[in-house]
């Protein structure tokens, strides 16, 4: 396996194949860490790492915050909601006051990948792309590429179908240039309104408009939230029309594979992307998938944190 030489992780589509097996190695052997009764170790001790959310997040901030502590490094934890952007402080500002603490890794959650690249010019810390837009999640990616490895033992040759508000999602974007990158076959499938014409040329993705046709297809489905706060428009004529031709229900969860999985991101909006007769059955892989978050953020600030560039 070769040694990691990226300073950031910006994106999915930056990393490698090897990268990313290297990524997923290393979680495995952090995963165990939170098993102990002592869920420390020093890896970074005397780094420090500052989380900067321009969004509001619940999982990846507070895995991240976890993920940092768990390594020992120290942490600053920054949310736009309760800082001086209130009182119109700029987010470059921002940036260079809290760099001004001489961060080692920043883990940025930003409104655009336009700001997440301008931010660079002003820190030397390696930087983290907690979610940029409607861009990349590419820590969201890999846990889910865990999550798939740990369940089914390969990332290859797999048929995995993506579900929903694609048109806003960075989790689907990540994910279609990570599961390539194994060979696997993605299609999307929502409204006509959710799928940009950009999919097409992502390079084998499939186009369905039709949930029941593709379904029992999947060896993998990963269900989207419908991103209410990036739409100012209508995508779609009604929830109840969308839940009738795109949720989960459990009439559609028996036409699936018995070997499927579902994965969700998270936050899920029950009885709309899935429904809540079958929360029983899916959300204890959704919340898997978090778990599996801790060990892929504590991998991904250990390999950005530790590296000999
Ligand atoms: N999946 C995800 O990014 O969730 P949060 O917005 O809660 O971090």
């Given amino acids: 396996m070769k040694e990691w030489t990226k300073q950031h992780i910006l994106g999915i589509k930056d990393l490698s194949r090897d990268e990313i097996e ?6 495995q052997a952090f995963k165990e860490i939170s098993q102990r009764e002592v869920k420390k170790v020093p890896a970074l001790r005397g780094k420090t790492v500052l989380n900067l959310f321009f969004e509001n997040s619940t999982r990846t901030r507070t895995s991240f915050e976890l993920a940092a502590k768990r390594l020992s490094a120290d942490v600053i934890n920054f949310s736009s909601s309760t800082s001086s952007l209130s009182k119109g402080e700029s987010a470059v500002d921002t940036v260079k006051t809290l760099n001004a603490y001489h961060p080692d890794i920043m883990v940025v959650r930003s409104v655009s990948s336009a700001c997440l690249y301008d931010f660079d010019k002003y820190t030397q810390a390696s ?31 797999l048929n995995v179908l993506i579900v929903g508000d694609i048109r806003h999602s960075r989790v689907a974007r990540s994910n279609i240039f990570a599961f390539h990158k194994f060979s696997s076959q993605t299609t999307v499938c929502a409204p006509p309104t959710f799928i940009p014409y950009e999919f097409d040329k992502l390079g084998g993705v499939e186009v ?40 989960l229900t459990g009439a559609r969860l028996a036409k699936i594979k018995k070997d499927c999985i579902v994965l969700h991101p998270g936050p899920v909006n029950w009885d709309v992307e899935i429904s809540s007769a079958i ?4 959300h204890p892989l959704i919340l898997k998938q978090v778990e599996n978050g801790l060990a892929i953020r504590m991998a991904c600030l250990y390999l950005v944190g530790t590296n000999k560039r």
């Fill in 22 to 27: 290297l990524v997923l190695s290393q979680a």
């Fill in 127 to 157: 930087i983290v792309n907690a979610g940029d837009g409607q861009n990349e999640h590419p820590t969201q990616a890999l846990l889910d590429m865990f999550t798939v490895k740990e369940i089914k033992g390969t990332l290859e040759g």
């Fill in 208 to 247: 369905s408009y039709d949930l029941d046709e593709v379904i029992g297809k999947a060896d993998v489905i990963i269900m989207l939230r419908i991103q209410q706060e990036r739409q100012n428009s209508s995508f779609f004529p009604t929830i109840r029309e969308y839940v009738d031709k795109f949720a």
């Fill in 279 to 282: 929360k029983d059955k899916v």
